[in-house]
């Protein structure tokens, strides 16, 4: 898969550089020495209709950051589109972790653990601060790609199930929707279940993803559920759900966010706002290549040596 155009990438980092300025850093918690930063992007007008976005980077839990230039290029493609975005730190468990898999899976489940905390608690302090922010409580949703996305649809799972700290958020509220760019659910025992019914949830994923499963990784009592297996769920308890699905395409789709603007719209038009239950599923053949970024070779084993 050819890289991003030189062009394209100036383009991007010219757009994040001036992008910068309309921008406000919040500190949202702290975990031990441990400081962890929101960035807070407003659109030039906010109304009860805003959606806040809280956006959640990738990395494999090993890297990563909430300000790079290709996430401050797509910022700025929300906001001009009328979205808040709140960028968010977390701690990056896996960093330095070695010989992660089946048989030393413990570190990923407690990386995941405490990038949900981090998540929830981010939620948290917009919910404190929604005034002050201008951020209507019934119109946030998380984003994420990758590990970001594995984070956000934990978060929403959490918050169904009363797991980790989800107690801090008031019982009465939901997140308005989830964005998964490739993204899954990881559990040590059981099969995803829900307790509440998830929110409005859009999943995309490449079918040939080697580092988030697709479908399902099961060893014993361990699973990862990739959208494949999330939607076989939804579908049968009748949670709405809205799924892209790429054919030919692996980890690559968890950069597909500034390709998928109008998909996200769409959604929010239908499931934010129209309060639809809808369930809507596509496969896709073709992305513009040329402005994909080189992530398909990436597996598992690859990430973590």
Not at 209 to 235: C, H, M, P, Q, W
């Amino acid at each position: 898969m050819k890289k991003l155009t030189l062009a394209l990438l100036l383009l991007f980092m010219a757009a994040a550089q001036s992008f910068a300025q309309d921008m406000k850093t919040y500190l949202y918690a702290e975990r031990d020495t441990t400081q962890l930063y929101l960035d807070f992007y407003t659109p030039e007008n906010v109304n009860d209709s805003t959606i806040c976005v809280v956006y959640v980077f990738g990395g494999g839990f090993i890297g990563g950051h909430r300000d790079g230039d290709w996430e401050k290029a797509y910022f700025k493609q929300l906001v001009d589109v009328g979205f808040q975005v709140a960028a968010i730190d977390y701690r990056l468990g896996l960093k330095g972790v070695k010989g992660l898999g089946v048989t030393n899976s413990k570190p990923l489940e407690d990386a995941i653990n405490m990038a949900t905390e981090d998540a929830i608690s981010a939620i948290a302090y917009l919910l404190e601060h929604a005034q002050e922010l201008k951020v209507n409580k019934d119109r946030i949703m998380m984003v994420g790609s990758s590990a970001g996305a594995i984070t956000s649809l934990h978060v929403d799972y959490a918050m169904c199930n009363g797991l980790l700290n989800a107690n801090i958020l008031p019982d009465s509220f939901r997140l308005a929707g989830v964005v998964s760019y490739a993204g899954a659910i990881y559990l040590s025992k059981g099969q995803v279940e829900y307790y509440r019914t998830p929110a409005p949830t859009m999943m995309f994923h490449g079918m040939a993803d080697g580092l988030v499963a697709y479908d399902k990784l099961k060893f014993f009592n361990i699973g990862f559920y990739g959208t494949n297996s999330l939607v076989k769920r939804f579908e049968k308890f009748g949670y709405p759900y809205f799924a892209r699905r790429f054919k030919d395409y692996g980890h690559s789709i968890a950069l597909a966010g500034p390709f998928t603007v109008d998909d996200l719209l769409w959604f929010c038009r239908h499931y934010v706002y129209g309060k639809e239950q809808l369930q809507v599923d596509g496969t896709y053949r073709q992305l513009d290549k040329s402005k994909m970024p080189e992530h398909d070779v990436y597996s598992f084993k690859e990430l973590y040596k």
